[in-house]
């Protein structure tokens, strides 16, 4: 019955290729403590409930899924939901088009392997089709694939989309439903939010309205990494150490990539850095990190001394608000 | 074949949700910024955020109350907007505290925080001692259910840590708390500002024999003993599989809410009342023979009959109620007023359908502890016993023997805003009611 499961990799020496990662048969960090093992089957028996009642409450929804660690578990979380029925959605990508390679060939293999219906609506298309105008050909893409998400629920009629957002990530999400209200314009207004009792979640809506969904929203960061070790889940490679050349900026670390302005002072160094969190190149930064096996990142993010968005996300750096007013305006 | 004896699943779920309440002055958010700080939960570049914060306003200590800090339209509008949750872990236990603010919508934001709580962690001011708001959140844990209210008595530096302002205080609580029936309670004397009793002990309150407050959540025993209560299971989807020889395998995807199943035991689908027996219980891992509360499964049963979302998956001899009204008491969280007029929808479980209040039996009083006759109607922060009619049947028990399928929230059918959250009461408190009649079809 697990036919269409995430299926791993062979163990692999290769940092750098797509099939990582290299999953040691025995796990360095010793089997989670009896307390974490059952804080992660209350978690995952709760998202598995919240996943069946978003399949049950709404005629059309769409599973958000960009080839991330958060998003690739909860196609793990689906698969234990619907298994062995095909999923009760498609998956949708907004992609902003200036992804890492890696993460965009995770994501179509992963798709296919699971037999499920991958739907990808790109950055691009909005920009040639004139619904978004870039300020400068150097932009940020990240806060445009607001406009792209709305147009492709728009396009497709999707009344529900399921993603793997978790509060515990920024103070805008701590104050978010686990089922939340989108008005017809996609916006979020954090003062008119509906009231969410027990696990009574209410999915009523009006035409052009919209719901998200957070199956995740209780999960930590540490949390998520020790639910990918117990489920050994493939992931791109680049969330494992690896050598990379880096721009050195103050304290954070920029990629070097053509998507990456530099400044004239920034030094570029080799570096074993990881991802903690994976989006748009142009605002992703890796940490220094030896972490190279999820037994080894498990054991440094229950020691981390940075919260997971702190030195990884330029998009969440620009202001103190950054998040708020993006989710305000309908990104997820 | 499990043996009868299966030993009984693990309890403790390794996760405490705990609630907290009150408004900045209480001291609230500076003891969650305490409990995260000396629990090392804070990492790095957010005290260093706090340390430049210090250094701008000229103080030397940083603020924990900040690591608590709301969203732009908050600070600007000097609100805050109902519930935040927040995490943090220790070795022993995850949390999940749910704060809710103390500012007008405080009955809507309370019991949402207290509707998933194990524990309430309430506050009192040691030089003010206990307050409305001491006494609402108190009553309102109670009312939701919460296994264990923690009243911490904060601000003790202010009284010079003195044991006799605080015995006076937890005379005034124990008063309190058996007026409203709760059967106990737990009082820690702390210090948010300076650390004592939170995370640690207290060299200047050495009259305190008890645990600090972080060990006490550590060790509070699991709040919910759903695994002895009756099997219910609530039928969230019906996922239809092609059948190996030809044909088709129906199978009913849920979590157990109480009580456990067993492959081969017979149950009753409620509200309808027809029985059947258990066939197969599996997850994605594979076949079980049991499931206990807390799973989510799918089941297939042996006999063909038509089971849809909403239907109750029932212990026999133990069976759900079915009925077409009930009483139960409502939490008012709308805005508008109740108007007998209106539409509305009871969830209950995973069940929805139309429903009207067709009485108002009394409202309280959550300051005096007074029922209040019959009112006109009902408006925001009210709570009040009522009399719900259905217009069809449903099945349900009362809240305080299954928190699960006792448990509802109203919708306005036209706005499809949830208006109220409710509690069935036990059978003998119903209110004999017209019988369900005149609905207007179609919703």
């Known amino acids: 019955m697990n036919a269409g499961s995430i299926r791993i990799s062979n163990a692999t020496k290769h940092m750098d290729s797509t099939d990582i990662p290299p999953l040691p048969p025995a796990p360095s960090s010793g089997a989670p403590a009896p307390s974490a093992a059952r804080q992660l089957e209350h978690l995952e028996s709760e998202a598995i409930f919240i996943l069946r009642e978003a399949a049950a409450e709404f005629s059309n929804p769409v599973l958000l899924f960009s080839g991330g660690k958060d998003s690739t578990v909860m196609l793990r979380l689906a698969e234990k939901a619907f298994r062995p029925g095909k999923f009760p959605f498609p998956l949708l990508h907004v992609d902003t088009g200036q992804n890492f390679p890696e993460v965009i060939e995770f994501r179509d293999r992963i798709a296919q392997e699971l037999g499920e219906r991958l739907i990808v609506r790109t950055v691009q298309d909005s920009i040639d089709s004139g619904r978004v105008r870039l300020k400068s050909a150097s932009q940020s893409r990240n806060a445009l694939q607001t406009v792209t998400l709305l147009d492709a629920i728009a396009e497709f009629g999707f009344d529900a989309c399921i993603g793997g957002a978790r509060r515990d990530e920024e103070k805008a999400r701590a104050k978010e439903r686990i089922f939340s209200f989108r008005n017809s314009f996609g916006q979020w207004d954090p003062r008119y939010q509906r009231p969410e009792l027990w696990s009574l979640y209410n999915g009523r809506l009006d035409r052009g309205e919209h719901m998200r969904v957070f199956p995740l929203s209780n999960w930590t960061e540490l949390d998520v990494w020790r639910y990918i070790e117990r489920e050994r889940l493939a992931l791109p490679s680049l969330y494992y150490a690896h050598e990379r050349p880096v721009a050195v900026r103050g304290n954070i670390l920029l990629p070097v990539s053509d998507l990456v302005p530099l400044n004239d002072d920034d030094a570029i160094e080799t570096r074993i850095v990881r991802f903690r969190t994976v989006g748009d190149i142009s605002c992703t930064l890796p940490v220094e990190s030896n972490a190279a096996t999820v037994e080894q990142i498990v054991a440094e993010t229950l020691n981390a001394s940075l919260s997971e968005r702190g030195a990884t996300r330029l998009d969440d750096q620009t202001s103190d608000a950054s998040m708020e007013e993006r989710k305000r305006v309908g990104y997820f | ?443």
């Not at chain 2, 732009?72 to 809710?100: L, M």
Request: with cysteine; hydrophobic share 45%.
């Open chain 2, 1 to 443: 074949m499990a043996a009868l004896t299966a030993k009984t699943a693990e309890a403790d779920i390794g996760v405490l949700r705990f609630s907290t309440a009150g408004s900045v002055d209480d001291g609230k958010s500076s003891l969650i910024g305490r409990m995260l700080y000396d629990s090392n939960s804070v990492t790095s570049d957010r005290i260093e955020a706090l340390e430049r914060a210090a250094r701008r306003k000229g103080e030397t200590e940083i603020d924990l109350s900040l690591l608590m800090d709301g969203l732009t339209i908050e600070r600007e509008q000097g609100i805050t907007i109902d519930v935040a949750y927040s995490y943090f872990a220790t070795p022993q236990r995850k949390f999940i505290i749910a704060d809710t603010p103390g500012h007008e919508q405080y009955t809507r934001n309370m019991v949402t925080g207290a509707s998933t709580a194990d524990a309430a962690v309430i506050l009192i001011d040691a030089r003010r001692g206990m307050t409305l708001q001491t006494r609402r959140h108190l009553y309102l844990s109670h009312l939701l259910g919460v296994a264990h209210l923690v009243i911490a008595v904060n601000k003790m530096d202010l009284v010079a840590f003195d044991q006799k302002a605080y015995a006076a205080i937890a005379r005034s609580v124990e008063e309190f708390t058996r007026a409203i029936g709760a059967e106990r309670f737990y009082l820690v004397p702390i210090s948010a500002k300076f650390g004592d009793n939170v995370v640690h002990g207290s060299a200047r309150m050495p009259w305190y024999e008890g645990k600090p407050l972080l060990a006490l959540l550590e060790t509070l025993p699991p709040a919910i003993l759903t695994h002895h209560s009756p099997f219910r299971f609530p039928v969230q989807l019906v996922q239809r599989l092609a059948a190996p020889g030809g044909g088709q395998i129906r199978q009913y995807l849920g979590r157990v809410e109480s009580g456990r199943v067993r492959r081969g035991d017979e149950i009753a689908i409620l509200p309808g009342g027809r029985t059947t027996r258990v066939r197969a219980i599996s997850t994605f891992e594979g076949a079980l023979d049991h499931a206990e509360a807390g799973k989510s499964i799918a089941l297939e049963v042996d006999d063909e009959i038509d089971i849809g979302r909403g239907d109750l998956f029932s212990a026999p001899l133990l069976p759900a109620r079915v009925d077409r009204q009930f009483a139960a008491t409502v939490c008012w969280f709308a805005d508008e007023t109740f108007t007998p007029a209106a539409r509305y929808l009871v969830k209950c479980g995973t069940r929805t359908v139309a429903a009207r209040i067709a009485e108002i039996v009394h409202r309280l009083d959550v300051a005096t502890l007074a029922s209040e006759p019959a009112p006109e109607t009902l408006k925001c922060n009210d709570i009040a016993k009522v009399s719900i009619a259905l217009a069809s049947p449903l099945a349900f028990d009362a809240y305080d023997e299954n928190r699960a399928t006792g448990a509802f929230i109203l919708i306005d059918a036209d706005t499809n805003a949830t208006v109220a959250a409710g509690m069935i009461a036990p059978r003998e408190d119903a209110v004999p009611t017209p019988a369900a009649a005149g609905f207007d079809a179609g919703l």
